[in-house]
């Protein structure tokens, strides 16, 4: 992705914090002297539907809106929720996929199965994917609800803005008292992408 601008897509089910990640991330690069765009899309998000979630950045941003295909960044909260939305990555793009598995309601009520094979299609969608298990990382912290800001540090590596300016987002984005965890969850994702990843030379995509 250009260092000077680039399109973050992130998906996800209602109730994983998709909205708030985009707002730390949008308040970052704010902050960092970026013009920022975004869009939503809630869908059943209260009966654990797709939410997602258009970001885009640069000197100059006239449109919110990512067209298929031209993704610079999928940031997906679910494996599924990573499958539905893979066709809006670029050819070049990088997926970072939370290994949690959310089972929709028709999977759940037995009319559907959960993919076996969802790594092994993200696989073939894309050469630079990144598995990470964002809620492991959260639990250790015993902070279940950080899932959203781990998932910021791992995507951290592959946008141009240092740690700190993640940090003054989140102090600006959330309440004093939980800042703190959050911060300890941001570093946590970082951890989560292996050095060199960014430049393909040493990192261990998935």
Do not use: C, W
Not at 19 to 37: P, T
Not at 145 to 162: C, D, E, I, K, T
């Amino acid at each position: 992705m250009s260092r000077g601008r680039g399109n973050v897509f992130i998906a996800g089910v209602g109730g994983q914090g998709i909205l708030l990640a985009s707002e730390v991330l949008g308040e970052a690069l704010l902050r960092s002297g970026y013009d920022v765009k975004k869009s939503e899309v809630h869908g059943m998000a209260q009966r654990g539907g797709s939410v997602t979630t258009h970001l885009r950045y640069g000197p100059t941003v006239f449109s919110p809106l990512i067209e298929p295909g031209t993704a610079d960044l999928l940031l997906a909260f679910e494996k599924i929720e990573a499958l539905r939305f893979a066709h809006f990555l670029a050819p070049q793009g990088v997926a970072i996929v939370n290994t949690q598995e959310i089972l929709p309601a028709s999977v759940a009520t037995g009319r559907e199965v959960y993919p076996a094979d969802a790594a092994e299609r993200l696989r073939a969608a894309t050469g630079r994917l990144f598995l990470v298990d964002a809620l492991g990382a959260a639990l250790a912290l015993q902070a279940v609800r950080a899932v959203n800001v781990v998932m910021v540090g791992a995507a951290s590596h592959f946008l141009p803005l240092p740690p700190a300016a993640y940090e003054e987002a989140l102090r600006a984005r959330m309440k004093e008292h939980v800042v703190l965890i959050n911060i300890q969850a941001f570093q946590a994702g970082r951890g989560l992408i292996p050095a060199g990843a960014p430049s393909g030379a040493g990192g261990q995509p998935a």
